[in-house]
C-alpha cells in the first residue's frame, strides 16, 4: 500500500478512536511527548502565542523527523522502539499510582503483537504500527489546536461524543484568546495547518510495504 494511503487510513482511525481504550498504547507516547515539550518550552517564559506556536512546531517537527526515518526502512525499529517506551512508561504509571486496568490489556497486545510482527519480518504491517506511533503526534495537535477551539467556539460540550471523540479540556492556544480581534480558531488553525504540510509531504514517498525476504 502506498505510504500516503496508510498514513491517511490510521490518522482517520486514530482520530476517530482517540478517546477509546483501543487507541491508548499510541496515546501513551503522544501524550509523554507533548507534555515533556510543554514542561521545557513553558521554562522559557515566553508569551502565550510563541509558547503555543513553538510547542506546536517542535511537535511537528519530530512526527517529520521519524516519517523520514521511515524512508530509511526504519519501521522495523520504530515500532519495536515505541512500543517499548510505550510499555515502559505504563508500568511507570500502573507503580506510581498503584492502579491496573483494562488498558494495560491493549499495551501488552501491541507490544507482544509488534514483538511478533518484527521477528516474522512482517514488514508491511509493522509498517501501521509504526505510523499509528507517529501519526499520534499530529492528531493530539489537530485536538489541541482545531477540535478544543472550535467546540468551544460552537459553544459545545467536549465530551458530547466520549469516548470515541474527546476533546481535551485546556490546549496549547488556550491562553491566547482571540489575538488582535481574530478568533483562537483561526490563530490555532492556521498555524497548525502550515505545520501540517510538511507532514503530508513526508508521509508520502516512503517505501511501500513490501515484505521483506
Known amino acids: ?20 481504550v483501543l487507541t491508548y498504547p499510541f496515546r501513551i507516547v503522544s501524550d509523554i511527548t507533548c507534555q515533556a515539550t510543554e514542561a521545557v518550552v513553558g521554562k522559557m517564559g515566553l508569551p502565550a502565542i510563541a509558547f503555543a506556536v513553538l510547542v506546536l512546531l517542535i511537535i511537528m517537527g519530530i512526527t517529520c523527523v521519524m516519517l523520514l526515518l521511515g524512508r530509511m526502512e526504519s519501521s522495523d525499529a520504530i515500532a519495536m522502539a515505541l512500543s517499548l517506551l510505550a510499555c515502559i512508561v505504563y508500568c511507570v504509571r500502573v507503580f506510581t499510582s498503584k492502579s491496573f486496568s483494562i488498558e494495560a490489556v491493549f499495551v501488552a497486545v501491541v507490544l507482544a503483537g509488534t514483538i511478533v510482527l518484527v521477528l516474522a519480518n512482517k514488514t508491511e504491517w509493522t509498517r501501521y504500527v509504526a505510523d499509528a506511533f507517529i501519526l499520534a503526534l499530529p492528531v493530539c495537535m489537530c485536538y489541541e489546536c482545531i477540535m478544543n477551539p472550535l467546540y468551544r467556539l460552537l459553544k459545545k ?6 469516548p470515541f471523540i474527546t476533546v481535551p479540556q485546556t490546549s496549547i492556544f488556550s491562553k491566547v484568546g482571540n489575538l488582535l480581534g481574530v478568533d483562537l480558531l483561526v490563530w490555532s488553525g492556521f498555524f497548525f495547518v502550515v505545520s501540517f504540510l510538511p507532514v ?4 508520502g514517498g516512503r517505501k511501500d510495504g513490501k515484505i521483506k525476504r
Open 157 to 162: 460540550d467536549l465530551y458530547m461524543l466520549s
Open 1 to 20: 500500500m502506498r505510504s500516503d494511503l496508510r498514513a491517511l487510513i490510521v490518522s482517520i482511525l486514530l482520530f476517530l478512536l482517540w478517546g477509546t
Open 200 to 203: 503530508i509531504y513526508l508521509a
